[in-house]
């Protein structure tokens, strides 16, 4: 059974920072690219960032770039999203997600196959 399980959300102030984790199983971890979404309230699902497999390419939404960074320990299992510079329009929930190579090379959340509960960030002025 595949679980990714999200962990590190909370609410912050701006300008603040925030370590996500999220925590694989019942995957071959180190085959799949992993990715973090988020959803804001009354908002559709958008890409944030992914990195591939082995950890040597990320790339990342605009919006977050030079302020977020993904990175994975294959060796553990985990996925991790340091966030700096927060602002008000992180807030959402922030999803970990799984997904074969060719999800890499897209956004869109459709090619991605494993997915996390969520966490919860909050950024308040």
């Known amino acids: 059974q595949v679980q990714l399980v999200e962990s590190g959300g909370g609410s912050v102030q701006v300008g603040g920072s925030l370590r996500l984790s999220c925590a694989a199983s019942?995957?071959?971890?180190?085959?799949?690219?992993l990715a973090w979404f988020r959803q804001a309230p009354g908002k559709e699902r958008e890409f944030v960032t992914a990195?591939?497999?082995?950890?040597?390419?990320?790339k990342y939404a605009d919006s977050v770039k030079g302020r977020f960074t993904i990175s994975r320990d294959n060796a553990k299992n985990m996925l991790y999203l340091q966030m700096n510079s927060l602002k008000p329009e992180d807030t959402a929930v922030y999803y970990c997600?799984?997904?074969?190579?060719?999800?890499?090379?897209?956004?869109?959340?459709?090619?991605?196959?494993?997915w996390g509960q969520g966490t919860q960030v909050t950024v308040s002025s």
């Open positions: 990195i591939s497999w082995r950890g040597g390419n990320t």
């Open positions: 997600a799984a997904g074969p190579r060719v999800a890499y090379y897209t956004t869109g959340s459709d090619k991605f196959d494993f």
């Open positions: 019942g995957i071959t971890f180190s085959s799949n690219v």
